[in-house]
């Protein structure tokens, strides 16, 4: 009896191991698809814009994030997943992938090359953070980013993908847009926000009094304190702008009216990394879905993240998507998309003695670029339509023991049912599965 209740105690042990670390997710099913699907919805418009793939590691030295993200920021002081690899270097999981490609870039030299200074990328990105919807420890981005010049043209093209990707994913999303400045337009507002701030740090959050000494534009990040009248009273990035830094916004602004994108401009708009200058943005989905976290893509322009990794001065701009975010976004929709438009063929295999015939069609059917699915245990044609009704499929081909006796196939599409020579089915499939589209 004892030793029983201390197996159960084992048992039990092994049992949360193998849950899913928090934070983290098995994809499959329905979520699957939609990853799929929005992958592919992201290459097809990047690929219209001549933009290349880049993979790079899921872990680089910490000091890459460090160097770039901001050591202030909640991503590295907080969030970073930094663990000692066998020789005690210091590692980190990546938080964003932003920072990998520069580092790559500077690498390989890639900007000597032209094809590859526009470039896309897709993968998991980690950050310990506490999880919630649309908030996960590891998550999925789509991402882009392009070093091709310091243009208001290549920021309205970055805004355009992200916009075009939301609009083919049929999302209603709204553009949120900002410029936070050069670095000493920056530094400027920073210090005269401090200032003001000053004046009623004790009405802040514990947090924002921390970020009041560290990077008070993160304050009008705080759900509670922006709110606050004196957070509305307070002086905004827009009334330090350069005249170029105005022109520029403007520019990027005449742009998006022109080609009706709509947007909101908002100069409160910050963001949680710290290498962003000029152009930052947002898409916000219309509606709030199941009051997951809301941003759906994100980014901005960054001047100095080249240099401050070692590397010549160039700016960059990108966004990443978090594909998490618009997968639940999708499944809001009553209309969602299929794994796989071939249509589904299902081989209903009726007779033990036709097992081998029916397999026969199977290895044939896929052979020629056909979707097929059969039962392998010969069964009552009632039992096979409740198997595959879970397929749903487009055409049903019953090989019963009539059939094997002629060598023939019944090919059921819709309501019409034919008999026809099993060596003609090939032929016959591809007549009016392209009569169907
Ligand atoms: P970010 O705002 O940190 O920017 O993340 C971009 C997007 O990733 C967010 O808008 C959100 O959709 C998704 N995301 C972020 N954190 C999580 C999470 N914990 N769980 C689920 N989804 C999440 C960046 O990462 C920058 N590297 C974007 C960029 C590229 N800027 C310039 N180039």
Redesign the pocket.
């Given at each position: 009896m004892h030793d029983n209740k201390n197996i159960m105690k084992k048992n039990k042990v092994i049992k949360t191991q193998w849950q899913t670390p928090r934070g983290t997710e098995d994809i499959y099913g329905i979520n699957e698809i939609l990853k799929q699907n929005i992958e592919k919805t992201c290459e097809e418009i990047v690929g219209i814009f001549n933009y290349q793939k880049i993979e790079t590691p899921m872990f680089e030295y910490a000091e890459v994030f460090k160097r770039t993200v901001g050591d202030t920021t909640d991503?590295i002081t907080k969030e970073l997943y930094e663990f000692h690899d066998k020789k005690d270097r210091k590692m980190a999981l990546r938080?964003?992938?932003?920072a990998g490609i520069v580092r790559a870039i500077i690498e390989h030299n890639l900007l000597k090359t032209r094809p590859f200074n526009k470039l896309y990328y897709s993968g998991a990105?980690f950050?310990y953070?506490r999880p919630q919807k649309?908030?996960?420890?590891q998550?999925h981005?789509f991402?882009?980013?392009n070093f091709v010049s310091k243009s208001h043209y290549v920021d309205f093209e970055i805004i355009l993908i992200a916009h075009l990707i939301l609009e083919k994913l049929n999302i209603s999303a709204k553009l949120v847009i900002n410029s936070l400045g050069n670095f000493e337009t920056r530094t400027q507002f920073s210090l005269h926000l401090k200032k003001y701030l000053a004046k009623f740090s004790r009405q802040l959050s514990i947090n924002s009094q921390k970020r009041l000494q560290t990077n008070p534009l993160r304050i009008f990040d705080d759900k509670i304190d922006r709110t606050k009248k004196f957070m509305k009273d307070a002086p905004k990035i827009n009334e330090f702008y350069s005249q170029q830094e105005k022109n520029n916004f403007e520019k990027i602004i005449a742009m998006l009216k022109k080609h009706k994108i709509n947007y909101e401009i908002d100069h409160t708009l910050v963001?949680?990394?710290d290498y962003?200058t000029e152009t930052i943005f947002?898409f916000v989905p219309l509606e709030l879905v199941n009051n997951q976290?809301s941003?759906?893509?994100?980014?901005?322009r960054?001047d100095m993240l080249m240099e401050n990794l070692g590397g010549q001065n160039k700016s960059?701009?990108?966004?990443?998507?978090?594909i998490?975010?618009i997968i639940e976004t999708l499944k809001q929709k009553k209309h969602l998309p299929v794994s796989d438009d071939r249509p589904l063929i299902f081989i209903a295999n009726l007779s033990e003695n036709g097992t081998e015939k029916a397999h026969d069609l199977v290895i044939n059917l896929r052979k020629n670029g056909f979707r097929v699915e059969w039962n392998i245990q010969a069964q009552k044609l009632s039992k096979i339509f409740v198997q595959s009704d879970v397929f749903n499929p487009d055409v049903m081909i019953i090989i019963g023991n009539e059939e094997i006796n002629k060598n023939n196939a019944q090919i059921k599409v819709g309501k019409t049912q034919k008999t026809i020579a099993i060596n003609e089915t090939v032929t016959y499939l591809r007549n009016i599965l392209k009569k169907d589209k």
């Open positions: 991503i938080p964003e992938g932003t990105m950050r953070e649309g908030r996960q420890r998550f981005q991402g882009v980013e963001r949680g990394l962003y947002e976290q941003t759906l893509i994100a980014g901005g960054y960059g701009i990108g966004f990443a998507l978090g998490e975010r």
